[in-house]
């Protein structure tokens, strides 16, 4: 069994910055990809950012040139620094990985609020 859990959430105004980190542990195989998810009141659950093992990343619109995504595939840690925070950016932040046989592991989620 694949535990993630995420730290790092919190309130800050706008145009500040907040760093999230997920850890990964438990049985783990080699994870294929490592993201951040983002659900906001009332919306969808979205892709905010994701990261490949050859650490290529791929970030939604709205957070580029904003956000940076970072992994350590020897930790099997993942992590988003968000800067320039906007209150759109307020929601939960789920970690998200994908191992090598196809496997989806998610994170409890942490609460990003931004102030205007």
């Known amino acids: 069994q694949v535990q993630l859990v995420e730290s790092g959430g919190g309130l800050v105004q706008a145009g500040g910055s907040l760093r999230l980190s997920c850890t990964a542990s438990?049985?783990?195989?080699?994870?294929?990809?490592m993201g951040w998810y983002r659900q906001a009141p009332g919306k969808q659950r979205e892709l905010v950012a994701v990261v490949s093992t050859g650490t290529r990343a791929t970030y939604v619109d709205s957070v580029k040139g904003r956000f940076a995504i970072s992994r350590d595939n020897g930790k099997n840690t993942v992590d988003l620094q968000m800067n320039s925070l906007k209150p759109e950016d307020t929601a939960v932040y789920y970690c998200?990985?994908?191992?090598?046989?196809?496997?989806?592991?998610w994170g409890q989620g942490t609460q990003v609020t931004v102030s205007s």
């Open positions: 998200n990985s994908i191992d090598s046989r196809g496997h989806v592991y």
């Open positions: 438990g049985s783990i195989f080699s994870f294929d990809y």
